[in-house]
């Protein structure tokens, strides 16, 4: 250290750089000690995941909650790598918003809960790659008569007659929605959304603007939907009405029945090969 | 919104609970309890689609609409097949039994309509035209058309098939060797391995014994004026 009398002493830039350094240690003190207690938490995990894997696979209820705690530390359990530093649960906040930065850093960095041995040891990915097929088909097949549109429930009993058929462990609503959230890389408009109080998983690029929303709501309460309907409960005048069924009629969204007293519109039956 | 509420309880109760109770949205319930029984008929094994009014109504949407000829050329071909229906007519008085018509949600097809759906079902090969009905294609709603322009055949099995069978009962009667005529092999006279054979179209029990006079196991025969007369069988 070279030491300097008077005014040199106070020399900004050396001090700053030692200051910096100690800085540095502090930081990587407590980067290392999260490190390890990371580390110990993986192995708890790794451990856990391993001794109730049946049950993780075979119990939907008990995957959601292992999921749910996995997301929470910043892991994915589908890829069991890190989830991006955003995605991070607030959950892991220590208070200190550096500390919290640091964290996310070692999250990040570390790639806890090492890759293959633990999918192997949960083989959920599997599951949850092999939902996403299954999803991805039955939206096709069933798409010239639903238009792209599919209650979350009325899915996950089809996928689940399926898979009582021909092979596959029981999936949950909540399987659904995390396998559906994994297609969104696909950018071909798989999503779940939410429409009045049911949540419909959506295959079709095409999104429901807010007069169709309305539309699919009735159905939901009434079961069927027609224009002095729209115009009389809700006030809408009749060219919007006749434009808006027309426009759903066209994608697909509605089944006409004409044999009522007058034009009547449903939702599409629940069909597609089981 | 009291104008309104009326407009919406009438056209609920419009909707009839029964069919609405299988896979199709929910409804306002209305009092129906019991099994529906629609002309005598029991509508039980028809799947969930025949209880959705729109069933019953051609779609506008093309996609929609090729979906549905599908599925009510499988229904039809089924409920042939479970009882024995060798013909279906694109006629308004076929439209008004069941399975094309519905009495517990009080629809019914259109006859243009069922019309487009045997069609559809005789170029997937699973029916085929009687009598040339086809040409009727364009020449107007299916009203007022000559006897026979409207029949269908149902192929709900095939010609090997139905000759399998003949060739079954065959061998089980020891018919071997004998002639019989066509009206013999399914009149039911010929005890119970003749069952399957029992009021046979004319057309199908000739094709079957085409495919078996392929196999070389049937010979038709011919009286003076070209009529078929019997058959032998080897």
């Known amino acids: 250290m070279n030491r300097r009398a008077g005014l040199a002493a106070f020399d900004k830039d050396i001090s700053d750089a030692r200051f910096k350094s100690l800085g540095q240690d502090i930081v990587k003190q407590q980067y290392d000690e999260l490190l390890a207690q990371f580390e110990t938490f993986q192995q708890a995990l790794a451990a856990f995941a391993q001794s109730h894997a049946e049950e993780i696979r075979a119990d939907p209820q008990f995957r959601q909650q292992f999921a749910t705690m996995c997301t929470a530390i910043g892991i994915d359990p589908l890829l069991s790598t890190a989830l991006p530093p955003a995605s991070v649960h607030t959950g892991l906040t220590t208070g200190s918003a550096r500390l919290d930065k640091t964290v996310r850093a070692v999250v990040k960095d570390k790639k806890l809960v090492g890759g293959k041995a633990w999918q192997d040891a949960l083989g959920i990915a599997d599951i949850y790659n092999e939902l996403a097929v299954q999803v991805i088909e039955h939206c096709r097949r069933s798409r010239a008569s639903d238009g792209g549109m599919i209650a979350a429930t009325d899915l996950t009993a089809k996928l689940n007659a399926r898979r009582a058929k021909f092979g596959g462990v029981a999936i949950s609503e909540d399987d659904i929605e995390r396998a559906v959230a994994r297609l969104k890389v696909l950018e071909s408009g798989f999503e779940v959304i939410q429409v009045g109080s049911r949540r419909m998983v959506r295959s079709v690029p095409r999104e429901l603007d807010g007069d169709e929303a309305t539309v699919l709501e009735t159905c939901e309460i009434v079961g069927l939907v027609s224009r002095s309907m729209l115009v009389l409960n809700l006030g809408w005048d009749t060219g919007r009405a006749a434009q808006v069924l027309d426009d759903m009629v066209g994608a697909g969204l509605l089944w006409v029945d004409g044999q009522g007293r007058e034009v009547e519109y449903w939702q599409p039956p629940s069909v597609g090969a089981s | ?234």
């Open chain 2, 1 to 234: 919104m009291n104008g309104g509420s009326g407009a919406v309880e009438s056209s609920a109760a419009a909707v009839n609970t029964r069919a609405l109770s299988v896979e199709a949205p929910r409804s306002v319930p209305t009092p129906t309890s019991s099994p529906v029984k629609t002309d005598g008929e029991d509508v039980a094994d028809l799947p969930p689609l025949y209880h959705f009014p729109p069933f019953f109504t051609r779609q506008p949407n093309s996609e929609t609409l090729s979906g549905q000829l599908g599925s009510w050329g499988s229904l039809i071909l089924e409920w042939c097949r479970r009882r024995r229906v060798f013909v279906v007519s694109a006629t308004a008085e076929e439209c008004g039994k069941v399975p094309f018509r519905n009495t517990a949600i009080d629809r019914a097809l259109k006859p243009a309509f069922l019309r487009e759906i045997l069609e559809g079902m005789c170029s997937r090969g699973e029916a085929e035209w009687l009598d040339g009905g086809e040409k009727k294609k364009g020449s107007g709603r299916g009203a007022g058309s000559a006897a026979g322009q409207d029949r269908c055949l149902m192929l709900w099995r095939t010609a090997d098939a139905w000759a399998d069978m003949l060739d079954k009962h065959i061998d089980e009667s020891g018919a071997q060797g004998q002639v019989l005529t066509l009206y013999e092999l399914t009149d039911g006279s010929r005890g119970s391995s003749a069952n399957e054979l029992k009021d046979l179209d004319p057309l199908i029990l000739r094709r079957a014994i085409e495919v078996l006079a392929k196999r070389g196991k049937a010979h038709l025969m011919r009286g003076p004026d070209g009529e078929d007369s019997g058959v032998k069988f080897y």
